[in-house]
């Protein structure tokens, strides 16, 4: 059977999260250069082959000071690992335009398996006659299961950085 491969359209697309700052306030976060891609049998794409890798240097949250601190070895240690990947295990179906999406996340040179929650969008004909596939993705992790532990105690209880990150990603890929 033959496959089709998928690009990412990086000008459609955002790896996006989220942690709580002081335990109530919420910080977004995204990933600016990243590569992704998709290889399926079909356009049903059950158990497709997933790709993604970002740069860990790439990491914004509109705060020059707050990026500068997560690319340090308190965080994400960037010169040491400079990369984040993703390789999917499973994609499967759940309900139409609902699928699970299982897969190993390596990130701080640690990789352990994710579980994550798919919608797909569907395809679709841009105005130039490409064919355009959408996926979103959430989730959430635990920063402490990759060794990114640092933090600092609150002076009236609880901790500046959450441990849970909610990962949001809207995926939009181009038929090759």
Known sequence: MSTTK???DPTHSEI???VKHMMFTTISGK???FDAMIES???DFENAKIEFTGAIDSITTGNADRD???LSPDFFDAAQFPEIKFSATSFTKINEGEYE???DLTLHGVTKSVKLAAEYGGLMKDPWGNTKM???LEGKINRKDWGLNWNSALETGGVLVSEEVRLN???QFLQQ
């Open 6 to 8: 998928w690009v990412i």
């Open 16 to 18: 996006g999260f989220k």
């Open 41 to 43: 049998e079909d356009n």
């Open 31 to 33: 990933f600016s250069k």
């Open 169 to 171: 990603i809207e995926l």
């Open 101 to 103: 999406l299982v897969g």
């Open 134 to 136: 959408a996926l979103s």
């Open 68 to 70: 500068t601190h997560l």
